[in-house]
Structures are given as structure tokens and as C-alpha cells.
């Protein structure tokens, strides 16, 4: 499995895992909610593109790794 594919992996589990508690959450979590899903959405259309790309490869470890911290945040606020 490659970096990517991981990293792929384990956001779309962390996505998966707050969207079930973001319906409780407050105001402030589902915008940062929203915010979030619209950088999930470029990186996952992206990530099929990293392993014929090098030179995507690092603006999409950076956008998964800002991804992972969103969610972190979220996870923390709920």
C-alpha cells in the first residue's frame, strides 16, 4: 500500500467517524465540518493522480496531513 493509499485510508475513517457525531456537534464544529469536506473532496479526487505525479505527491501529503489535524480538531470539539 502505498503512502497515499494509507493516508487515503485512514482520513476516510476519521471522516466516516465524525460525520456520525457531527449532527450533535455545535455550530462551530459543523462549519469547520464543511470547510473540511471540501479539502476531503479535493484530496480524494486527487490522490489517484499522486501515483502517476511526483511533483503532486507533496501539495497532497500537505493537504491529507491538514486534513488529519481538521479532524483531530473536530474530534477534540465533539
Known amino acids: 500500500m502505498t503512502d497515499t493509499s494509507k493516508i487515503l485510508e485512514d482520513l476516510k475513517t476519521k471522516r466516516d467517524e465524525l460525520a456520525l457525531q457531527i449532527h450533535l456537534g455545535s455550530k462551530e464544529a459543523k462549519d ?3 470547510k473540511l469536506e471540501g479539502k476531503w ?3 480524494s479526487k486527487n490522490a489517484q493522480l499522486d501515483k502517476t505525479s511526483s511533483g503532486l505527491g ?3 501529503s500537505a493537504l491529507g496531513h491538514e486534513l488529519k489535524e481538521g479532524y483531530e480538531r473536530l474530534r477534540k470539539a465533539l
Open 32 to 34: 469547520e465540518w464543511v
Open 41 to 43: 473532496n479535493e484530496f
Open 58 to 60: 507533496d501539495a497532497l
